[in-house]
């Protein structure tokens, strides 16, 4: 988004415009407001987390909410981007790509070409493809020549690439009506799509669904295994990583990296779950009503 803004800036643009689920909207309106920029944001109604909706509320975007899905947002961007009022930045963009890409050279710095596989969540395609890219072009600042495999991770109530790469068809089918708790990849029209399958396809990788009872379950792994809080869309990736495990496609010993896209704090609600995950563990009441209590239960626990 840091490149996004700074094109429009040098195209002498006083407004940029993006639809979003959240992410995108965020963080190009504080880009915006650095650039001294207007951000025009397009939410669907009702579908964007309320973590994400305040944050881009206090960047003080213009927003404009719509009835319907991201894929109707998308279509107002892309045709207000022909009047040439405001500059878009979605993924369409290629400056955006362009720095999208540099992901894909930050695990080229770190980790040469000890990398097998790469496993992204997959809304509107725009990383999976860039990050693929960014590998091709590592060999021109002196990085080696990475070449894991890419995996895209779709939520099965929104996976048109999914499908198309089980179909082996490099046209995707838009999902008219998406569903997911992982907002930021609830798209059913990918504009990507086919980059998306192209990065696969050259990569050796491959597309895979997973329900949102098992990316539910991975955001409870993340937060206890490893202490990062994640919102659902980028627990995607380690619940794609568990079901590939399981199917034998990844082996142990493997270096993955996983591709985690959004704060916890984002999404409140999905939050519920995993305090209710973490409560139903106990087994008497956490609530002391002393200080002597409070201490029986601070050893008692301490010694788990």
Request: aromatic share 6%; charged share 20%; proline share 5%.
């Amino acid at each position: 988004m840091s490149v996004g803004v700074s094109i429009a800036l040098s195209f002498g643009y006083r407004a940029v415009i993006s639809a979003s689920t959240g992410n995108t909207a965020a963080s190009m309106s504080s880009y915006a407001r650095k650039a001294s920029l207007t951000p025009l944001v397009v939410l669907p109604r009702g579908k964007v987390a309320r973590g994400k909706s305040s944050q881009i509320a206090s960047l003080g975007a213009r927003v404009i909410e719509i009835e319907g899905t991201f894929d109707n947002a998308i279509e107002v961007v892309l045709r207000a981007s022909e009047t040439s009022l405001a500059y878009p930045l979605n993924s369409f963009n290629p400056y955006r790509l362009e720095g999208q890409k540099t992901i894909g050279f930050e695990i080229a710095e770190e980790l040469g070409e000890n990398v097998d596989f790469v496993i992204a969540p997959v809304g509107n395609a725009g990383n999976i493809s860039a990050i693929w890219k960014g590998f091709r072009e590592s060999p021109l600042l002196g990085l080696g020549r990475p070449s894991p495999r890419m995996i895209g991770v779709q939520a099965e109530g929104a996976s048109p690439i999914v499908e198309a790469w089980m179909r082996g068809d490099n046209v995707v089918r838009p999902i008219k009506y998406p569903e997911t708790i992982a907002s930021a990849i609830r798209i059913g029209s990918p504009v990507n799509g086919y980059k998306a399958i192209q990065a696969v396809r050259e990569s050796r990788g491959a597309m895979v669904a997973v329900s949102d009872s098992e990316i539910l379950e991975s955001m409870v792994m993340l937060s206890r295994e490893e202490g990062i809080l994640v919102e659902p869309a980028s627990a995607a990736s380690l619940a794609g990583l568990a079901k590939l495990k399981r199917m034998g496609a990844v082996r142990d010993g493997s270096i993955v990296v996983l591709i985690l896209t959004g704060h916890g704090l984002k999404d409140p609600d999905a939050l519920n779950y995993l305090a209710s995950a973490w409560l139903e563990r106990r087994s008497e009441p956490l609530v002391a009503r002393s200080v002597d209590e409070a201490l029986q239960k601070v050893s008692h626990y301490a010694t788990l």
